[in-house]
């Protein structure tokens, strides 16, 4: 019946090429002994070395694991540095970091699995979600840090036409900003599709002679930046601060009309500069009712711009380790720390 | 890649026309002109004729009806996907399908990755150090190498292995490597089965085809921030990420071994008195063992093509590497982790392909060995494996990978000097060089696709896929462009066609150049493979910033990263055929006197076409996959429309909705060239004669 056994791929497996069988066995034998050999001579043993850094005290209270959120800028990387290395060596916490967009970061409030946000910019419909009508999120408060949105130049175009930076005299220069992507007006770059722009409508609103192109990341825009004013090839966009690459290249705002409160209430018809920004904390509701001193820690937690440039600076420059450079910062800056600090 | 809170928002109203309406005329307009195409031979003067009556169309009747929406426009139709997906967050905490089901999985597959990162990865069972350490990895890897494939590909891994321990990068490379193969194993274990059953089943063959085609080619970014809410952040999500991506090939080349089987083959089991199930077990899955390697293969590639886009949603290894790099733009480091990830792409590639090889020889030679033989071999080499494999447990120096052997330092500051020279001295060239081909080539055909009416358009498009392809591919476009237009993306959907279709141009051209060459020479193919696979397998955002200071942000940059991901497949295809015209045709082309270029344009590529053919539909697909990461650089439209879906909450449905526009370009293209081979292959067999 079953005469099939012609296909049975046991015997495929079996008919392999021929490799000298002794030569083999003679390696087994050889690396066999070589490792008998090294695990008589020794070498220090996996397990045998304490590790030395069990929680040291200083939280009375135990503080348990926080799951800090970092997202993708080095301002952030910044913060989170700061605050997981004070809340690790002084208070005694497990912080786990993860690395997430915004957007998925929030999403981490309701499913459990975040317990902070260390520098949010606005986002006012997710503040809405997740707060307002879910109740899975608080605020916990500013971080000190100021967010500053704005058009600039590079810094030559600034000392080579020094009337650039007013936005009266934009269109007099658009002609400059053509490229291949900008119809034959001057291109307007803007950045990461996560920003805050009113740029198209701010064009339109004030008849510029301008064509906003897409950059469509950071990494898009720093480059034109820099090759820029290497190339001292013009270039109007988007930009922000705190940023680390301010620090390489001091770009330099223009002077859109002032924003004044409530300027940009119709995003249509808007045709002044952006609000600054007050940076802040977001944490989950459970993590702010645990009692834990992390909490304490992220809701005292605020600096400078300065401060929070510093850290960057020695992350994207100095090319330090997002731990080290905190660690560097928090021995300088002991009183800093100490304020944030749970009383007691 | 900052956040920050609002977008603009007006909601943006489309004029759409009734759809019926023009689906109807549009219907009877390509039978008349199939009835038309059917009676008249000469097609090139019909699809010329067909292009001055829109050009001319265009002149008449530009910029209307040309369904612009602005950057941050939206339709009814993204603010209700916007709903849906809210509703679906409402819902996760009560929905039964959350809590029994979904979960569950979430927990096996995080299990899964966190039990292989406790073995090679992660520090685990109160152990500072994984259960295997440098040691112990490479020797298991090596072994198994050796076992299943050959002694060069076993070198190989031998020194790749190092490799990630010598480029500083080890343990995050087994991050990686933990993923990736937890991933590939999970996707076998649903795709082969899939793909079997696709094999068995002509019904099922037909339902599962456009959904592979869906999970191909929906972008990830569309998927990645809501899989975060079904499996929660962790492996979980990265693993299905990953799997989505890299079922698809396991399922398809499954189905195509089981199909390969030759019916002379299968009767004579059956007459045999096999009953289905034992000719699967003992016909089917055997003959159809090589080709399902290489689906292996394939599935392995696809996962590890996934490592930087997980990474967004915390996947561990390589893609954190690579991404923390890129925010302060260091381009050394970035390149350090995207070589250790073309390294372990190269190693798993060859060991899977000799693996997939060995099948076959040892289908071949019948029996050379003894079973004995074989026996010795493999508890021989897996003797040494568990020796190292039990010093890299018990000591150090063979757990942790010796920090003084760390050259990546070196090639991360080599990598940063290139890039540096390279932005700095070609700027000029590139300039130009992008200016000409804005200019020249992308703009106009651009201003052509998005300023005609898109009726216009339209019917263009479907009377030219008449002309060169068929109904079929006709019915599949003109639905396909009805589709776009209800997303409300036809424009941008237009800007990235014309993207996509002059990426192809070049990818083709390079193809065929480069491939020519390769095909016709050993020693330029052994050269030039490496870099290949390096275009295919170094994540793009490895060479965004030299590309970026070269190219500035641009449609032109996004081209060029299409086309150094899309020329490696097109080059090896056309290669691949130029080597499989047969020598003597080539000999007696030579003695007949023919001179190399005679041959090549007479000989190697006509009797090379349907490999032309088939790198050129490849290709399309690859270039089509690489809009997101074109949207990253430049190139707005559908790709920018996909990433600010998923930077910004108001926008996810318009995300979306980008997503599925792609998807759309991506079937009706694929049915269009697949339309046009056949017609010119049955065409050239009146003709030339074909081998």
């Known amino acids: 019946m079953n005469d099939t056994g012609r296909f049975r791929p046991e015997e495929l497996q079996e008919d392999q090429v021929a490799v000298t069988r002794s030569g083999k066995v003679r390696a087994v034998v050889l690396v066999t002994g070589a490792g008998l050999l090294l695990s008589a001579c020794g070498g220090a043993k996996v397990g045998q070395v304490e590790s030395a850094t069990s929680s040291s005290a200083g939280g009375a209270k135990s503080c348990g694991t926080v799951n800090l959120a970092v997202n993708p800028w080095v301002g952030y990387e910044a913060n989170a540095a700061v605050i997981a290395q004070v809340a690790e060596k002084q208070l005694g916490c497990k912080v786990v970091k993860k690395d997430l967009k915004e957007e998925v970061a929030w999403q981490g409030f309701a499913t459990g699995e975040v317990d902070a946000i260390v520098e949010n910019w606005a986002h006012d419909d997710l503040k809405k979600k997740y707060i307002d009508d879910q109740k899975v999120a608080v605020s916990a408060g500013p971080t000190g840090n100021k967010g500053v949105i704005g058009w600039y130049v590079a810094p030559w175009m600034a000392k080579k036409y020094p009337d650039i930076t007013d936005w009266k005299n934009l269109n007099k220069y658009a002609s400059l900003f053509k490229t291949s992507e900008s119809d034959g007006k001057g291109q307007f770059l803007d950045g990461d599709p996560s920003f805050v722009t009113n740029d198209a409508a701010l064009v339109k609103n004030l008849k510029l002679d301008y064509k906003v192109v897409y950059a469509g990341s950071e990494t898009a825009l720093i480059t034109s930046f820099r090759q820029s004013e290497k190339q001292q090839k013009p270039i109007l966009g988007y930009f922000y601060e705190p940023q680390w690459f301010l620090s390489e290249l001091r770009l330099v705002k223009v002077n859109l009309p002032a924003y004044t409160k409530g300027c940009d209430s119709d995003a249509a018809k808007v045709a002044c500069d952006y609000p600054p920004y007050e940076l802040d904390k977001i944490v989950s509701k459970k993590f702010a009712d645990s009692g834990s001193p992390a909490y304490t820690l992220v809701k005292n937690f605020t600096w400078t711009n300065d401060d929070q440039n510093l850290v960057a600076k020695y992350i994207a420059e100095d090319k330090m380790t997002a731990d080290e450079a905190a660690a560097k910062w928090v021995a300088d800056n002991p009183d800093k720390v100490k304020a944030w600090l749970p009383a007691g | ?691």
Do not use: C
């Not at chain 2, 819902?91 to 597959?109: A, G, V, W």
């Not at chain 2, 030219?464 to 476009?477: D, K, Y």
């Open chain 2, 1 to 691: 890649m900052t956040g920050r809170g609002e977008v603009v928002q007006s909601r943006g109203t489309v004029a759409m026309k009734p759809a019926k309406e023009s689906q109807a005329k549009e219907g009877r307009v390509s039978a008349v002109a199939a009835r038309v195409a059917a009676r008249l031979p000469a097609r090139g003067y019909l699809v010329v004729a067909t292009l001055a009556v829109w050009v001319l169309g265009w002149a008449l009747l530009r910029g209307r009806d040309t369904l612009a929406l602005g950057g941050a426009e939206l339709t009814p139709l993204h603010g209700g996907l916007n709903t849906g997906m809210d509703a679906i967050d409402d819902s996760r905490n009560s929905n039964p399908f959350f809590l029994y089901f979904i979960n569950y999985i979430r927990l096996f597959i995080d299990e899964a990755v966190r039990f292989v990162q406790a073995l090679i990865s992660q520090p685990s069972f109160d152990r500072p150090v994984p259960v295997l350490g440098w040691l112990g990895v490479a020797g298991l890897a090596t072994a198994i190498a050796l076992l299943y494939g050959n002694r060069k590909v076993a070198l190989l891994t031998a020194a790749g292995f190092l490799s990630f321990g010598v480029l500083g990068l080890w343990q995050e490379s087994m991050d990686t490597l933990a993923l990736t193969l937890t991933a590939v194993v999970l996707s076998l274990a649903v795709g082969i089965p899939l793909g079997v059953w696709a094999g068995l089943s002509d019904r099922f063959h037909r339902l599962v085809t456009p959904v592979l085609d869906f999970m191909q080619t929906m972008p990830t970014f569309v998927y990645l921030a809501p899989l975060t809410l079904f499996f929660l952040i962790g492996p979980a999500s990265a693993t299905v990420a990953t799997m989505i991506y890299a079922i698809p090939p396991a399922i398809r080349i499954t189905a195509l071994g089981i199909r390969q089987v030759s019916p002379e083959t299968l009767e004579a089991g059956t007459s045999m008195g096999a009953t289905p199930a034992q000719a699967l077990r003992l016909v089917r899955l055997p003959m159809a063992k090589q080709t399902i390697i290489v689906g292996v293969n394939q599935t392995i590639m696809a996962a590890l093509s996934m490592a930087t886009i997980a990474a967004l949603i915390d996947a561990p290894g390589l893609g954190q590497t690579v991404l923390k790099a890129l925010q302060t733009l260091d381009v050394g480091t970035a390149f350090n982790a995207g070589l250790a990830i073309v390294i372990m792409a190269v190693v798993l590639d060859r060991v899977t392909s000799a693996a997939s090889r060995r099948v076959e020889v040892a289908r071949r030679a019948g029996r050379l060995r003894t079973a004995r033989g074989r026996r010795v071999e493999v508890a021989g080499v897996l003797g040494v494996a568990a020796v190292l494999g039990y010093l890299s447990y018990t000591y150090i120096w063979a757990a942790e990978f010796p920090a003084d052997a760390n050259l990546g330092p070196y090639v991360r500051r080599a990598a940063d000097a290139a890039s540096q020279w390279v932005q700095d001295s070609l700027v000029t060239y590139t300039d130009a060089l992008k200016n000409l081909l804005t200019n020249a080539l992308l703009n106009p055909f651009e201003k052509l696709l998005t300023g005609s009416p898109w009726w216009l358009v339209a019917a263009v498009a479907v009377v030219v896929i008449l002309l060169v392809g068929s109904v079929r591919a006709a019915l599949v476009a003109t639905v396909g462009l009805l589709v776009l237009v209800l997303l409300g993306l036809w424009q941008d959907s237009m800007v990235t066609l014309a993207s996509t279709l002059v990426a192809t141009v070049l990818v083709m051209l390079l193809g065929m150049v480069v491939g020519v060459w390769m095909g016709r020479s050993d020693r330029v193919d052994t050269l030039l493979r490496p870099v290949l696979d390096a275009g295919q397998t170094m994540p793009a955002f490895v060479y965004l910033v030299p590309i970026l200071g070269l190219f500035g942000p641009t449609r032109f940059t996004a081209i060029i990263a299409a086309v150094v991901f899309a020329a490696p497949v097109a080059i090896k295809l056309v290669a691949e055929g130029i080597r499989g015209v047969s020598a003597t045709t080539v000999e007696a082309a030579t003695s007949a006197g023919a001179s190399a270029w005679q041959l090549i344009s007479k000989v190697q590529l006509p009797m090379a076409r349907s490999a032309v053919t088939l790198a050129t539909s490849q290709g399309l697909i690859y270039v089509l996959s690489m809009v997101v990461v074109g949207g990253l650089v430049g190139a707005g439209a559908l790709g920018y429309d996909v990433v600010a879906g998923f930077s910004q909450h108001q926008l996810r449905g318009k995300g979306l909705a980008a997503g599925l526009a792609i998807v759309v370009l991506g079937i009706v293209l694929d049915r269009v060239t697949r339309a046009a081979t056949e017609r010119a292959d049955a065409a050239a067999h009146g003709g030339l004669h074909q081998r």
